[in-house]
């Protein structure tokens, strides 16, 4: 069985809970242990490696800011 952690993205109109690989997290430089909110660059960087690696893709009718790979 694979470790993986649940992170939300999005706003209060849209949340999005992703399943994320504890492996992918120590590729983006993330601690698995981090609670809270991650840094700006941080996540978008891993927003940004995170549509190379999913199993699905999410993509709203809004802007840029609201699609995000799950």
Same mark, same amino acid.
């Given at each position: 069985m694979k470790n993986?952690?649940?992170f939300c993205f999005g706003r209060p109109i849209i949340d999005i809970?992703?399943?994320i690989n504890d492996e992918f997290l120590k590729e983006v430089n993330i601690n698995?242990?981090?609670q809270? /909110?991650?840094p700006k660059k /941080?996540?978008?960087k891993l927003l940004k490696q995170l549509s190379k690696k999913a199993?699905?893709?999410f993509v709203?009718?809004?802007g840029v800011e609201v699609?995000?790979?799950i």
């Open positions: 993986e952690r649940i809970t992703a399943s698995e242990n981090l809270g /909110k991650i /941080k996540m978008e199993d699905y893709l709203s009718a809004g699609n995000v790979a």
